[in-house]
């Protein structure tokens, strides 16, 4: 699916501030005074929108590939694709030696999918049926692994 980037506008003008009471029919100029602050939090601007919009177009622009042979560790930073016209059936899924990498593949209509000894799962090791969709990730060899469900 493609990404359609927006560029986000700061909002300009004079007067921001003022809202109008819908029953008494006045403007009320609203000034923000809270009785404590725990936390400030993070200012909401146009640059900081800009920043998370630059984050995600450049995700969808990383090219996706097949996965390597059963086996072998997926690259670093890689995205990897398996179409529902090439399902995998057989295969040991095997972290990268450092850093991340997504993908999605479909099972066949029978299933021997494994991930390499020694593996960490943020959530329970997947049990995969056969003839579904899953999208995977790993991180610092971190797996999470979900069924992927329209």
Sequence with gaps: MAYTKNT???RIGDGLNK???AISGK???LTNTPDSITQQGTPF???WMNNIEDGVAALHEIPFTALPAS???LTEQGAYTVPASSPVTSYVFAAPATGWAHGTFFTGSSVS???ASGSKFLNDPPSLDPSAQYEFDVLDGVWIVAEVVS
Excluded: E, V
């Design 27 to 29: 403007t009320l100029q």
């Design 45 to 47: 601007s146009a640059a």
């Design 19 to 21: 809202f109008l009471d």
């Design 113 to 115: 999918i494994s991930f």
């Design 71 to 73: 086996g072998t560790a």
């Design 8 to 10: 986000w506008l700061p």
